[in-house]
């Protein structure tokens, strides 16, 4: 069974880090693009950031660029993000994901995505 499983997550105050992993298990995504999406209350789920199989390529939203990280460890089957500078709006549910399909596209789109997590809590206080 693949699974992917979220972690990290917490409260933090407006301007802090937090750092969130996810770590695949049941098939290897070395070879595959990993995303981050997150989804707010009331609000449709959106794209945060993408990396390629290789890491050489990454992708992030306008929201989040700047801010966040995105990188991987092939060898632990993890993706991980660096989210620093953190503002209230970053407030969310963050969703790992994987691409089965695709190594190399770093895509934005959730339909590329056919694996995801189950999500982890980041609440930014002000």
């Known amino acids: 069974q693949v699974q992917l499983v979220e972690s990290g997550g917490g409260l933090v105050q407006a301007g802090g880090s937090l750092r969130l992993s996810c770590a695949a298990t049941?098939?290897?995504?070395?070879?595959?693009?990993m995303g981050w999406f997150r989804q707010a209350p009331g609000k449709e789920r959106e794209f945060v950031a993408a990396?390629?199989?290789?890491?050489?390529?990454?992708n992030y939203a306008d929201s989040t660029k700047g801010r966040f990280t995105i990188s991987r460890d092939n060898a632990k089957n993890t993706v991980y993000l660096q989210m620093n500078s953190l503002k209230p709006e970053d407030t969310a549910v963050y969703y790992c994901?994987?691409?089965?399909?695709?190594?190399?596209?770093?895509?934005?789109?959730?339909?590329?995505?056919?694996?995801w997590g189950q999500g982890t809590q980041v609440t930014v206080s002000s």
């Open positions: 994901a994987a691409d089965s399909v695709r190594g190399n596209s770093a895509s934005p789109y959730a339909r590329h995505y056919d694996y």
């Open positions: 049941g098939r290897t995504f070395s070879g595959n693009t």
């Open positions: 990396t390629s199989w290789s890491g050489a390529r990454a």
